[in-house]
């Protein structure tokens, strides 16, 4: 599994399994901070790199010497200390490592079960280390892996039936305790794809038309707007329109918070969902009496019947992981025979040249094309056969390698 000597394949990260959701803010990475990681990660010489950050989970998927080398580059770029990592992290090593981006990629490991965004974010991140040169071929085929697995569970499984993202959760969650929804107004603070996916999931099931945007950037809420006849207003327009609001939906990607108590002079009851990592809404909002706040962790927590039915896939999805795993860890296990038959070829060359050397001294007609033709097609067919032996011969490859080997007199570079 290693790509050097001296490097294995590690995942770290937190999750909220362990981490709530103000830890996790610590943890979080902007889009500036990741690609910073990525640099510096190419400047420390680490080969393969794939950096995720998303509202329940930062992971780092990549080679290194020791894991420490990237929970370092996380802590780096993020307001998040070792000693705090170290209290709700995991770090997963090879084919633990491996199986574990599976479980995530598919949406096993998901706050909310069967939550299919993940697998977005994970393609986007590739995107982004390929970009910078930092996807090697096992990365990349793993990443493909991933991908295979998690749109074979979608097709054939209904894992990602009912309430599948904090999203969805969100406005399940409105219709589920606010009377007259339709007649209430709602604000949208922040467009990015929670914002985006929130707006759809209200106009589709709300059949609410008081819905107001407002984000940072004023073009990205009246792209969202326009596909659904929204209202956009200006962000100096925020505490006016919080305060004209019954519900007010928080979905920014600031790293610190952007609503306070002091924004808001309204005396009727008001709803706030926030959900965003970090938090962007200030716990003091709480001291009024008439405001309600949710957060994501909040939502995540509530069952619903869907979430029952749901569960009944998790063997099949499993089934699906475990069959494209098998898939991967067997195109993994031929790689560490390639420099072995690459070793045997480069010998069998090596000794073919010597003897066309000899042979040419001595005959004077001596045929170079096609000597050299045939030489070539018998060491062809040699190093197939020893591929063939090691590809079929899984229980004792590692001993058949040695005595290749030894045989041989080779000297190759591991893979272990």
Not at 87 to 100: C, D, L, R, S, T
Request: aromatic share 6%; proline share 1%.
């Amino acid at each position: 599994m290693q790509q050097q000597k001296s490097t294995h394949f590690y995942t770290i990260g937190l999750s909220y399994l362990k981490a709530d959701a103000e830890v996790r803010g610590h943890f979080s990475l902007s889009d500036t901070a990741k690609n910073n990681l990525l640099l510096q990660a190419k400047d420390s010489g680490i080969e393969s790199l794939v950096v995720i950050s998303t509202c329940n989970r930062t992971e780092l998927y990549g080679f290194a010497e020791h894991p420490y080398q990237l929970i370092h580059l996380l802590c780096e770029n993020t307001k998040g200390t070792v000693e705090e990592f170290q209290e709700v992290a995991y770090v997963y090593k090879n084919k633990e490592a491996i199986n574990h981006i599976f479980r995530v990629g598919s949406g096993l490991d998901s706050q909310i079960l069967g939550d299919f965004e993940i697998i977005s974010q994970i393609k986007v991140s590739a995107r982004q280390s390929k970009k910078q040169g930092l996807l090697n071929s096992f990365t990349e085929r793993l990443i493909n892996s991933v991908i295979q697995a998690s749109k074979r569970i979608k097709t054939e499984t209904e894992l990602s039936s009912g309430a599948t993202s904090v999203s969805f959760a969100s406005v399940q969650y409105i219709m589920n305790n606010v009377q007259d929804i339709a007649d209430k107004n709602i604000l949208l603070f922040g467009t990015g794809k929670i914002g985006r996916n929130t707006c759809e999931n209200l106009v589709k099931h709300t059949k609410n038309s008081h819905i107001t945007l407002i984000n940072r950037t004023k073009t990205k809420a009246e792209e969202v707007a326009g596909k659904f006849n929204l209202i956009v207003k200006d962000y100096v327009e925020l505490q006016s329109e919080i305060n004209n609001s019954d519900i007010v939906i928080v979905a920014t990607g600031a790293q610190d918070p952007t609503v306070f108590k002091n924004l808001i002079s309204t005396n009727r009851p008001l709803l706030i969902l926030d959900l965003s990592i970090p938090k962007n809404v200030n716990e003091d909002v709480k001291d009024l009496q008439n405001v309600s706040l949710v957060h994501m962790d909040d939502l995540a927590r509530i069952t619903d019947d869907t979430l029952v039915k749901r569960k009944a896939y998790i063997p099949q999805a499993e089934s699906i992981i475990s069959e494209i795993m098998g898939e991967f860890n067997a195109w993994l296990d031929t790689l560490k025979f390639v420099p072995t038959i690459q070793a045997i070829k480069h010998k069998l060359t090596h000794l073919k040249n010597s003897e066309l050397n000899s042979q040419r001294k001595k005959i004077a007609d001596f045929n170079e094309d096609q000597a050299e033709l045939i030489s070539n097609n018998i060491i062809q067919k040699i190093t197939n056969q020893f591929a063939h032996h090691l590809r079929e011969d899984n229980s004792s490859s590692d001993e058949s390698i040695e005595l290749i080997k030894k045989i041989f007199q080779l000297e190759t570079t591991d893979n272990v």
